[in-house]
């Protein structure tokens, strides 16, 4: 047996490294690699040095030490060294929690099937990023927290590890803002030594000390302390990030990450529940306030696992012990045994299931995710080629981008040419202004007077940037120089651009007589169909729907079983007055992945469309009980129901579209129709 739970401790943490084991394709992780560089050039950065539209605002790094040892780490290795870095960070995570159970002699298949639960929620944040990072010196943290307070801990112990608590608090201050999460840790730990009355007021107020002190050794001082606290206080209500969004929240599609975080959230009031009696007054007062966090927001999510699986194996181990020594009593030892094997196997199952869904991308895939395994970087992420020809074409002036290349276009681009806006150093009023000039508000031509602006670099696989990408693509004054599947880029047409675009210029209409054209940025032939599908929603939104056609055509022949493909296929087919193939393709999505609000919601409209009533209603409320928010798909039950004569709840799914959406005038007149 014991050969038997090594084997699976040893693969639980394979299978975490292997989880980990992605491309570099987090935007965060692009704007590591240029601070680093800029701080390793210039010194500490205290501005918005890489934004022309922001050059006055202060900005401070709580995490300049992350920036500067990804850099190093890509000046050693390039992209396989950020890689390596980033299954590192995770596997050691993970692992000492493993070897803290091990000593306090939790049983090993306990500790698996809880570090393998947490790995699978934490794996959201599995990115090379400075959260990801935090997580290992929160957890180091905690382990040293928990040996100081110990009443087993002599004095001299003690003394000896308040460097260690100084020493971590220090590392965390200086890598990722999360670092104030210390003073939760140190609260409980405090909280729960006063109720014991022990160790003393003087080894409290020490560790107090050390922690607190440590966490303003950082060379921006106060302000570094003060900046993540207004980000955690408000800060994060401007961020336009999906990561802010709540797992809790309608969408069209629930993702395997937060399937295992409700799994595990039970699990967590299960085992506490079962455990009033012995329970530490310390755990509470750490998860309450991670639990919160994490409701409210995806990014916090794998901060609640981790100390899920720091916390619970003890109280699960206690349950275990219960249940074994009850099943002793009645002579159940060989059943037991059984029990233990039954379990093994079963962890060993599932640990192969992740396996291979990670080493295939079969997970990433199934989530409609960009995460692929291996080493290098991310193709489906990053405009590579588009930066390329920016270089190549050496094109003038400042460069307008939209927010989601921003970090890219620094780390590509910079110093030879500064962005606009990027994930990182805007200010609240340059967002706002910038969500302007996205939404129309702010004419683009005024922006590109005020800030002489003689390129628009865009990826059209950003939702905010295609109505401007059609606009600059209608408006004579400027001309699409390059497209490919990632991005839109469009010089002004003056004097100076001439040659370029008489070199350059790109005529989209051509591809109606050509075909689709091979892939720029896209390189490996299974994603290829990712590529296409991007392409050819980029080329609908331009009113070109006969290469978007032959686009999204061949993406269902590269991939049969893209439920994101199939959808836009049926989109397209239904914009081009095709219903009975538009049909097939909604028929096929849903029959791919079932979960899928969208594809629910369009094959509803097309049975509508078809008088299927029946037939519609029920694929509509499919859809909405996947995602309650979905616009229109309660104005479109509410005229299936009208056409029934079922005016109550016409009324009621008018109601409740108009509730969430004021403006929408068929809801509107559906109601006044009906009196």
Known sequence: ?????????????????????????????MQYLASGRYMLGHGLEYGCVFNYSSDQCQFVYPQWLFHVLTYAAYRAGSWNALVTMQIAIAVCVFAVILLNHRRNAAHPLVTATLLLLAAMVARERFMLRADLFALLPAVLLYYALERYFDASTTAASRRLLLPALAGIQMVWANTHGSFHLAFVLLGAFVVESVLARRPGLRPVLEAAGAVVLASFLNPYGLKSFLQPLRFMLGGEQSAPQLEFVSPFAPADLTHLTVTAYKVLLVLVVALLVLSLRALRVRD????????????KGMR????FAVFGAVILPSYAEALRARVARW????????CGAALALGVSALLLATMAGIAYGAATDRIYRFDALSRRTGFGVSELVYPIAAANFVERADLPGNVFNDYSIGTY???RLFPARKTFIDGHTYTPES??????VMAGSVPYRQVADQYRIKTFFLSHKSAEARDLIAKLYRDEQWALVYFDEMAAIFLERVPENEELIARYRIDLTTLERSGPAPLANVSDPTDFYLGRTDRGLALSGLGLDAPALAELEQADRENPRSFVTLTALGLLLDKRGESARALAAYERAVGVRSGYAPGRFWLG????????????IAQLEKALSINPTLPLAHYNLGAAYENRGDKRRAREHYRQELELDPSCQPAQKGLRRLG
């Open 1 to 29: 047996m014991k050969k038997l739970y090594t084997a699976v401790i040893v693969l639980t943490l394979a299978c975490i490294g292997l989880l980990a084991a992605t491309k570099i394709g987090d935007p965060d992780t």
């Open 284 to 295: 509470v007062l750490i998860l309450a306030p991670l639990l919160y966090l994490s409701v």
């Open 431 to 436: 967002l706002a202004y910038y969500r302007q």
């Open 300 to 303: 916090h999510i794998a901060l």
């Open 605 to 616: 409209v097309a049975y509508l469309r078809q008088k299927r009533l029946a037939e519609g």
């Open 409 to 411: 276009l620094n780390w």
């Open 327 to 334: 099943m002793a009593r009645r002579g159940g030892e060989r």
